[in-house]
């Protein structure tokens, strides 16, 4: 055992030239997205008034097996990249397990989490483009943190749409990204139409991920030399994020080890699409076999309960349309802590992943996910991310069905980023006072009744 | 210049076995501790009641040049140590320097700081010695949370006094402690004689520092199989903060990179004086010579307008006398958010050191540190600690001298944690109303004024 240290590490040389495209090595591609007006598919052109242009042809690239990382995207990846595979020796000997537990760590960066991946690349390719800057929108905060750190790098604007509620309760994720000289605007704001136009309708409202969405995009198609740039959900995302799986195989490369179980967190899908897409890449070629399991929160179940249909990818309904697992685009998740993982919808690759057989997905209670944090945390140190701790929580189970069995798997886990950002759920949990949110049939069905009637 | 990576990582197996003792190359001994009462030297034993017999041991070394680390201690060094050795390349380039800039980072751990190295070790002895658990306080949070891992990962109970306004205003770190199994008590407390004494006297003060150590300090006198632990300040603390400044030689020495000017901030010491200690074990020997530099804010300026005199090391009267640089032990420094910074004392070798001639010290205005902290993150992306800024301000300092000379320095800084908790102190910046405050020469003259007359 001693022979493999508790952190693996590449060096700077290892991190990957290229990024994985995972949709060239799929027979069956992604469903392709849809114009809601018209129901045609879209063109990458037809993204280039929203999207980056280079980001667009990433989008819609279903053929280009490799992408090379731009040298300046590189340079800013090796300030954190590459990040740490981490034998959980700690863990296993808490869990007298036989199983062999190996985490990557992706929240070693200021911004907390994996989202750094997508962020510098989409940053790159619009000061590429000559922009003055990017609008985005952000929930929980870890999107905007890292691209205003993104931002901060090439110089540009950075314009976050923070849905109120959270831009008055975590006020120090707001703090970063002003650190960072990005403009933090609680949404609904007086400074977009669809903004103005809420605030009249609902005087006092919270806001939501909808609204902040559609403030975001009309922000940036009404202002010159802006695009809207998001930090999940979309291929473009899951190929950058590809560098986590690369690192992860490249690390069990050097030390020998095949992984039998990969475990990841699912919300819109860019953790867990990175962490797999190399493996899942041999799996589509008949090179290898694993068991992939995905992980999501009992609140918010579209791959356990959803249906794999086309729908909104937002609740404004503006954007286009997606083929995936959904809960229906009016789905309202519960209050979970996770907030990461409250997406009605898919990546629409992981959806075809799924629906194809190459994975299998689970869902958890927010209570277990957060007992299964509070091991680790104690044993392994870090403290997790509620959104990673759900992984996690599987890791553990899968661990303890190894005692149970006496088999040695290795088991390999995302753990996508901290949870210095979350202390107010762990304060809950810690008082004992955190509820656990589970929709009724009736609920998602009513939601799912709403889908366009397509494909 | 790309012949050497961002991060200089060591290998696992090149992590010190061994603590390096500075005392042992010192010609001047650091000045022993007095004993309050009678003014005699304290011999070990006289501090078994309150420390652990090994740490009380290790307090007095000041003979033996290396004292092996515990292999438990090594292991639980594993899951987060190396730390790596970061050229800010980044840094340089938004200068404009010729100089070339290193930074030693520990904050890639969820203490957030360098604080767990000692924490680990004093959890070690603690256990080893077969008592039940520790007593401390905490101020800021940083070593009441590096502690509170610390006993997690060897089963003992953790007691920390916060005191009572940052328990208040800093719920978060409260929440990872407790998320880590350490019981946090707001102090003043009803639980000590102590506490229930001021609160009397003073019904709902905010307490302070003194008055937490006063009560760790009962605490663990008057439970059975207890001790106190403390982060800063000890000779013990230094030792084993040793780690730092011995990595950072191997990897300079991997790159063959000769140091010209070390640079680290100064609150009890802990930090600065595990940096530089290998480097000032040269410079005693008569191998090397190094520029070391002590940066502390001004508002609590022990080194550079402080005196070298016997003073107590807590405002309440009750430890041992220390000969050091110090503003009198009833200054009470402003509220500056470095919270690590605000003791009126300082580290007994350090202060020795400087008085020999060994390092410089200057002080810094808190508005210029946090625009040398935001300067940093931006390009570096390390959302930097107020303590550690102090060191970047001086380290950005010293590079503009270079790029006015030409000089092509080698400038190494400590980078000792994170500021993911001190966002009150960054929003307060980003809003323009943080203020400055620097003491008057009457403010210290009356405090020192009251230091005991001895040595």
Known sequence: MSEIPYKIYLSENEIPSAWYNVRADMKKK????????????????????????????QEMNNDDQWIDIPGEVLDFYKMYRPSPLVRAYCLEKALGTP??????????????????????????????????????????????????????????????????????????????????GATVTPSPSMNTNVGRKINEQFPGTDGSLGCAISEAVEAATTQEGYRYVLGSVLNQVLLHQSVIGLETKAALDKIGVKADMIIGCAGGGSNLGGLISPFVGEMLRGENQYEIIAVEPASCPSFTRGSFVYDFCDTGRVCPLAKMYTLGSNFMPAPNHAGGLRYHG????????????????????????????????????????????????????????????????????????????????????????MDDYIPTDDDIAASLAQCPKLG
């Open 346 to 433: 898919m990546s629409t690759i992981l959806s075809q992943l799924y629906d194809d057989g190459f994975m299998k997905a689970t869902s958890v209670k927010q209570t277990d996910v957060f007992a299964a944090a509070e091991q680790f945390a104690r044993v392994e140190g870090i403290l997790p991310a509620p959104e990673s701790s759900h992984a996690i929580k599987v890791a553990i189970d899968e661990a303890l069905k190894c005692k149970e069995t006496g088999e040695a798997k290795n088991i390999v886990f995302g753990l996508t980023g901290t949870g210095y950002f979350d202390l107010v759920a762990y304060q809950k949990y810690n008082d004992g006072v």
């Open 99 to 180: 199983a062999h537990i190996y985490y990557k760590f992706e929240g070693n960066n200021t911004s907390g989490s994996h989202k750094l991946n997508s962020a510098i690349a989409q940053a790159y390719y619009a000061k590429k483009q000559g922009l003055k800057g990017v609008t985005t929108e952000t929930g929980a905060g870890q999107w905007g943190t890292a691209l205003s750190m993104a931002t901060a790098y090439f110089g540009l604007d950075c314009q976050v749409y923070m849905v109120k509620v959270s831009y008055e309760q975590k006020p120090f994720r707001r703090e970063v990204m002003r650190t960072y």
């Open 30 to 57: 992604p469903a392709p997205l849809l114009n809601p007006g018209t129901g045609e598919p879209l063109k990458a052109e037809d993204l280039y008034p929203i999207f980056c242009e280079e980001l667009s042809k």
